[in-house]
Structures are given as C-alpha cells and as structure tokens.
C-alpha cells in the first residue's frame, strides 16, 4: 500500500521571491524591462520620452510632451508603465513619490499606480495635482501597501492641453526620480466611499448599482491631507442584510430581495466614512421593448436608440419636492421619480425640432396606488429660444405653446408598466420646432423609460 | 639635541622593557563606538505618575486650570478647559486629555490643562506622550515658574517649554525658555524634526534635565538642544522652584484656528510623568 509520498523540502532550497525595488525611473527607467509603455487609445502615442537635458537630480528625466486638441496624433497624452516581467513586491513602502515640474503651471488631470491593462486591481489615482514651473516633490500614498505583493502596474498618467474644451494647447512637463518609497510620515488613514456620505437609495429587486466615490484619505508629514481615489479591491464590502443586497469584490451592490440593508466597507482594517442604504421593493422587469424604426424616432431617453443631448431630467424647479436617481437593471437603464409633485426635464441645448414627429411616447411603472391623475406637459419654446412660463400658473406666455396631457389615477396599475403615446396635437400641432420641456405633475413614484419622439 | 639622543635611546630600552613584560593595560574613555548619547544624566527620582489607577487623575499630584483665562489664556486659545472626564481621564496605564468640537459655556470646543500642587527647582522633568494632530492642534508639557501671579508678572517669573507642537507640522516639536526680554514671539527656542517617523502614530519621550547653569533638551534618544544664561538675551530666571503643566490647546496664536480638515475629537495620551534630580 503506497501512502503518500512526500519530499521534504531541502533546507538549500531559496524560494523565488519578487523584486522589492522602490526605484522606477532615475536616470533611465529602472527594473521595467523593454516593453514597457502602453498609450491609452486616442491619446498621443509619443508623448513620453527621456530627456537628457532636463533633470532634476542626476542625468535625466522622463518628459512628457501634451499634445494640442487639434494634434493628428492624439489630442491627449496618457499610458501606464507596466513592467515587461514579474512584478515587484511593494508591501514595504508607503507611497509613490516623484519630481515634477511644468513648462507651464497648470493641472495634471490623473496621476498613480496600479493599473496594468489586466485586472486593475489596485489601480491607485491622483487627480488633479497642480504642476508648477519649479521642480515639486509630489507624493501619492498607497491606500494599502499589504495588497502589492505582485504589481507590475508602475505609473499611470493622463494629460490634456490647457485652455478651453476641444482647443487645449499643449505643453510639456517632466518626472525624476519617480519611487517607491517607506516615508514614515504619513498616517491618519480617512477610506471613504461614496464620498463619506451616507446614502439612502430606493431600489429595486434585480437592480445593480456601482459603489462610487472610492477614497482613501492620509495626512502627510507636511500635516496636509492627501486624498486618492482607491480601486474596490482594497476594501472589504459587507451589507447588513444578504438577503435585500450584497455586495462583490468589485463594489457592485445587486439588490436580491425586498426590504433594508446598509452596505458599508473596511479598507486597511479602518471602517471607511460613508454608506448606502438600499430600501428595496418589488421586483422590476423592464419596459416593453420600443418597436419604432430608429429613422422615425427623436429619442430622449431610451437604451433602444442613440439619444439627443438633455439639459437634464429634474430642473429642481423652486417648490418642487420631486427627486431624481439613476436605475440600472442589468444593461438597461431608468430614471426614478420619487417625492414628486412636479418635475422638469428640459433639452434647450438644441432644443428638438419635433415638425416632422407626431408623437411623444414614454413608459412608466409604479408600484404605488395612484391617487391623483398624472399629468405629462410638452413645451415648445418659440423662436425666440426662451422656454416663458408664467410664474403663478406654470403656463405658457411669450411665443410658447404647451399641450398637456392627463392620465387618470385609475389607468395606472401598480406593479405594471403602462406605455403612454401622447400626440403632438392642439396648440402644438403647427409649432412643435423648438421643443424644450416635458413635465410631469402627479403623486407617484415612479420609473421612467423610453422617453422618444416617433412619426 | 643631546637631551633628544638621550630620550631616544631611553625610549627604545622602555620599549624593549614592555616588550618583556606583561603588556600594560590601556583604559579607553571619552568617545566611545556607541552612537547612543547619554541624554540624561540625572536618576534620583523624586516625583512619578505612571497613570495607574482609572479615573480622575490623582488629585495629590494634580490640579486643573479651568476656563478660558484671560483672551484664551493670553494666546487666544479656543477651548474652554474643563475637569470633567471626557476631556481628562485615566484609562489602561495612560492619561488620556481629550479636545472635543462642542458648544460649551460660550466655546466651541473643550479641553483640559493640568497642573501639579507640587513645584520644583532644577532637576530631570519627563514624560512620555503619544501626540494630536491636525490644522490648529497645540498640546504642550512645560514649566511654569510657581510664583506667576499678580506679585511676579510673566515672563519675569519664567517658563520653560519642554515640548511644544503644531498639529499641522507632525514631525516637528519645540523647546523653548520664556523670560524678561525673551518671550512670546521672542523666546529662545530650538526645534526638533523626526526624519522618517512622526509624533502622532506613537509615543515618544520629551524631557529636559534643568540645572543652575544649564537646561538640556531631549526627544526619545536625542540631546537636541542645550540653553544656558549665555544664551538668553536677559536675567536668567530659571533658579527658583517651578510647576509642571500638561495640557491640549485649541487654536491661539501658535497654531491658529482648526479648519474643515481637522478631525475631533483629538487626544494625546501621557504614558507616564517623572522627575528626578540630580
């Protein structure tokens, strides 16, 4: 009878072990191999060089060359360095720190670490550091260093021009001795999520929501604080009620069941700020699929077709208690009204030229009794691009024209999607070409989908 | 140059001499190949608190200053100190003063300054203290000369500052000497800076040993400073008996006000207070 057959490990041998070198670029990029550098798509491939006239210790730095928003080539520049190897080791240190300066003082949209174009794991960044003329030691401190044991994901970066959206002008700035490094002097970690404040959310069964606004906060031996923007994998996620909501590794809650649960998170063993609060009812399925052909359709809100741009879907008009929030089931998305008695969308920018639609179709599901009839409003602003509305009665004056449109309480079914088709008829039958509101006055809460134009 | 010859040759036979017998025993003294300086000399222990005992803190060694003084304590101070337990307490071997954010008799915040019944002259005066830290965080350990009040006006009467600390510097304390023509903005002071470490993530041991003609600064291993009369621009005033103060200020000129980033409540926590003399 053979039992196991097991080699003891001779006391000669020495376990391969990471490299824990702190350096990556001093006068020539340190330990990354050749193949290091990978652009971001869009972004100006060449923007990186090493420049040997510019340093500020030693011989060299790596310069960086913005591009203008015109530049054929890219009209932002932005990579990693990702080691073309084993990655390194970095649980000993405390932060990423470089020297930078500027041809110009001016902001650096993102700088960090940890991304590798592969899980992303601890993809660490820092936005928004201002660059001045002089050279400025800058320090990004590793949310958690105890979850490097393995990262080839160096540096990271992404730079636009300076100057007005869509015509930046480009400038140059420069990195020196860019390391790792064990300061000792930074302390006090602050994580936070969703911004260290505590959100209450209504939801639905079958619901995802992405945990945003991921931080992790240290004050730094300057005695000034230091936020970074910390990947979902250097928390530890739980909720209070499994069965309502959970939550992944990756930070997306799914809300699995009906009723309360408060999703809060630990990173580096300190409870970070922040939390949400799913209250969970009903199950949701989504809106009856739209069937009018793309061509014939002006969309507003719709997963169905490409959407025209909206100011936005509450105008937070004074007096209004109605609240707005984002639904995502799966891939598709809602709007969620809740506290309404009435709200604004409104698409000034352009406004829709509706002449050739006939229609104004939306779908709507509550699971609440309605009490009060829902009104749904379209306002067509007139050519003199000025939504007017009289302030006592919301109605139109000027040259605007309104149509509105009632369903009454006993047409909505709680639990049921009720698609709605509205024509574009009476005062807007003869001047629906500068469309630039809809509202909605009611008592319900409820979801908001495929919100569209159509022949 | 005969004496020269002769002393030579003397040489050589001493050499030969040593050679023959046992050889002589060297004593080395003076510097030594220990890097360690010997910070305190002084060992006779006179006064300790070790912060045994939970609760208030013991009421033979330790008073309360209580309010707000005059201007905040002449700084501009924002607390309004207190004596109740949650600004000042012992608690698992550590004394543990508490800068709280609240609406308290007409401050916004609290905290709390203790003194000792007891005074001294010269001697070793040491504590051992985990430090605040944040944007208008000022705690201190210091001496106070016993006869301050309406008869001898500060700074005639003397302080000295065995540690102070801006909450928005965390690598850097002070130590300084206040007298006539040497105070405030003015007092002789040094400044001391841990290179990879700060004050705030644990403790650390300040102290000075005080003696007619000198007072030694020191932080954890380190002899940072040395004040003597030489040194200060007037009378000398540190030859008569003097009180120990700890305490946790809010704001006032040193540090100016806490902003949105500071977080409170702040504690600094004394491990232990000894004096020896010497």
Redesign the interface.
């Known amino acids: 009878m053979a039992v196991g057959c097991e080699r003891e490990i001779s006391d000669e041998v020495e376990f391969a072990t990471l490299s824990n070198t702190g350096e990556v670029f001093t006068d020539t990029p340190i330990g990354l191999g050749s193949n290091f550098y990978f652009p971001y798509e869009g972004s100006k491939a060449t923007a990186w060089s090493v420049d040997d006239e510019v340093s500020y210790k030693g011989s060299a730095s790596m310069r960086f060359d913005v591009p203008n928003a015109n530049d054929p080539e890219g009209n932002y520049a932005g990579a990693i360095f990702r080691i073309d190897g084993a990655g390194r080791n970095l649980t000993e240190y405390d932060a990423l720190t470089f020297w930078a300066k500027s041809s110009q003082a001016t902001t650096l949209a993102e700088v960090g670490f940890g991304e590798d174009f592969g899980e992303n794991k601890y993809v660490t960044t820092l936005l928004n550091l201002s660059l001045s003329t002089n050279w400025v030691k800058y320090i990004i401190p590793i949310p958690d260093a105890s979850k490097l044991f393995d990262e080839r994901g160096m540096l990271r970066y992404s730079a636009s021009g300076i100057g007005a959206l869509g015509s930046e002008v480009g400038y140059t700035f420069w990195i020196d001795e860019l390391k790792f490094e064990?300061?000792?002097?930074i302390?006090?970690p602050?994580p936070a999520i969703l911004g260290g404040e505590d959100v209450v959310q209504s939801s639905f069964e079958g619901v995802n929501i992405d945990l945003t606004g991921l931080t992790q906060t240290f004050?730094l031996?300057s005695?000034?604080?230091q936020t970074v923007s910390a990947a979902p994998s250097y928390f530890a996620f739980s909720s209070t009620d499994v069965d309502v909501a959970r939550v992944s590794e990756k930070g997306v809650v799914s809300v699995v069941g009906s009723g309360s649960a408060t999703i809060t998170a630990i990173l580096g063993g300190v409870r970070a700020l922040g939390s949400l609060k799913i209250e969970s009812s009903a199950s949701l399925v989504a809106a009856p699929l739209p069937t009018q052909a793309a061509a014939n359709v002006i969309s507003l809100f719709s997963n169905a077709y490409t959407n025209v741009p909206v100011d936005f879907f509450n105008g937070y008009y004074e007096g209004s208690t109605t609240q707005t929030s984002d639904i995502k089931l799966g891939d598709d998305d809602f709007k969620y009204y809740t506290d309404l008695n009435y709200v604004g969308i409104e698409f000034k920018n352009p406004a829709v030229n509706a002449t050739n639609m006939n229609f104004l179709h939306l779908d709507i599901w509550t699971n609440n009794v309605a009490v009060d009839n829902f009104q749904i409003k379209i306002r067509d602003r007139g050519s003199n691009g000025v939504i007017d509305t009289n302030v006592n009665t919301g109605g139109p004056i000027e040259d605007d024209k309104e149509i509105i449109y009632t369903v009454t309480a006993s047409e909505i079914t709680s639990g049921q999607w009720l698609s709605i088709d509205i024509p574009l008829s009476g005062d807007i039958a003869s001047q629906k070409g500068n469309l630039a509101q809809i509202v909605f006055v009611g008592d319900i809460d409820f979801l908001l989908d495929n919100l569209y134009f159509y022949k | 140059m005969k004496n020269m010859n002769k002393y030579k040759i003397e040489i050589k036979t001493m050499a030969f001499k040593c050679f023959l017998l046992a050889v002589p025993f060297f004593i080395f003294s003076g510097c030594s190949t220990d890097e360690t300086q010997t910070v305190a000399t002084f060992t006779e222990l006179v006064m300790q608190d070790e912060f045994e005992t939970d609760g208030a803190p013991d009421s033979s060694i330790w008073g309360y200053d209580i309010g707000t003084g005059t201007n905040g304590w002449d700084n501009n101070e924002l607390q309004y100190y207190t004596d109740r337990t949650e600004n000042v307490t012992v608690q698992n071997g550590v004394l543990i003063i508490s800068a709280k954010e609240e609406s308290f008799k007409g401050s916004n915040y609290t905290s709390a300054r203790i003194v000792t019944k007891g005074e001294q002259a010269y001697g070793r005066f040491e504590a051992r203290i985990r430090l605040p830290?944040?944007?208008g965080i000022w705690p201190a350990f210091w001496l106070l000369g016993a006869d301050c009040g309406p008869a001898v006006v500060w700074p005639q009467c003397g302080e000295i500052d065995i540690m102070e600390y801006?909450?928005?510097?965390?690598?850097t304390i002070h130590g300084s000497v206040h007298g006539n023509g040497f105070s405030g903005g003015e007092a002789i002071t040094k400044s001391y800076s841990?290179?990879?470490?700060?004050f705030?993530?644990g403790f650390h041991v300040f102290g000075i040993e005080w003696a007619p003609e000198y007072i030694n600064y020191y932080v954890d291993d380190v002899l940072y400073n040395q004040i003597t009369p030489a040194d200060v621009p007037g009378e000398w005033v540190f030859d008569h008996p003097f009180k120990i103060i700890i305490n946790l200020a809010v704001g006032g000129n040193f540090v100016g006000a806490p902003n949105s980033?500071t977080?409170f409540p702040q504690t600094m926590l004394i491990d232990y207070i000894r004096v020896y003399k010497q």
């Open positions: 064990k300061l000792g002097t302390a006090q602050q004050n031996g005695g000034l604080n | 830290y944040g944007q801006r909450g928005q510097e965390p690598t841990l290179e990879n470490d700060r705030d993530t980033e977080v």
